[in-house]
């Protein structure tokens, strides 16, 4: 099984600044990462796969980069939106696995 | 635009059987895969399993002696089995678009585990 580490595991933010966020595999997933964003009580959503393409009707203010074991999620200008935690998940190997999460919280 | 909702108990007890449905709508069943994923409350995400529209299915080892998936395209829905379950299972079970990313979600159904 694929492990996925996320960090950090909390992100304090100011509106309008950029959050940098974190995820590395245990093994090589090539490009095979995609990300989600979850709001309280609500289902995840999708951002990003291949590890830098975003979903459809995702801002451009959200980007990924990486390949291999290491990937970034990064939000330009923090929109009171996007506070909320975000998981990577690999979908190189079964089965799928995610991280454990980063909390982007207002600062 | 898929739209998936989740119907089934939001109690069992331990030791029963766990069964949710998941009805697509907004778009056919068939051509795509299907998960199965849960949350813990409080807790992170874990991939169940998926089926395939024809039937074909994958689970997490981590599960597969308890878990079912099975699919009617028919109806166009999609179903969970999980058996001999404890207060280990009690999470938000959704069901999913997708085996790889996980494109559309349902909004989720909590099931707890308790006598």
């Known amino acids: 099984e694929i492990e996925m580490t996320q960090s950090p595991a909390t992100l304090s933010v100011s509106p309008g600044e950029r959050a940098t966020l974190s995820c590395r595999a245990s093994q090589s997933i090539t490009t095979y990462l995609a990300w989600y964003q979850q709001k309280p009580g609500q289902a995840p959503r999708l951002l990003l796969y291949g590890a830098s393409i975003r979903a459809t009707g995702i801002p451009a203010r959200f980007s990924g980069s990486g390949s291999g074991t290491e990937f970034t999620l990064t939000i330009n200008s923090l929109q009171s939106e996007d506070f909320a935690v975000y998981y990577c998940q690999q979908y190189d190997n079964w089965p799928r696995t995610f991280g454990q999460g980063t909390k982007v919280e207002i600062k | 635009q898929f739209r998936l909702q989740e119907s089934g108990p939001g109690l069992v007890k331990p030791s029963e059987t766990l069964s949710l449905t998941c009805t697509v709508s907004g778009g056919s069943i068939s051509g795509y895969y299907w998960s199965w994923i849960r949350q813990p409350p409080g807790k992170g995400l874990e991939w169940i399993g998926y089926i395939y529209y024809s039937g074909t299915t994958t689970y997490n080892p981590s599960l597969k002696s308890r878990v079912t998936i099975s699919v009617d395209t028919s109806k166009n829905h999609f179903s969970l089995r999980l058996d001999s379950v404890t207060a280990a299972d009690t999470a938000v079970y959704y069901c999913?678009?997708?085996?790889?990313?996980?494109?559309?979600w349902g909004q989720g159904n909590l099931v707890t585990v308790s006598s």
């Open positions: 999913v678009r997708g085996g790889y990313r996980f494109d559309d």
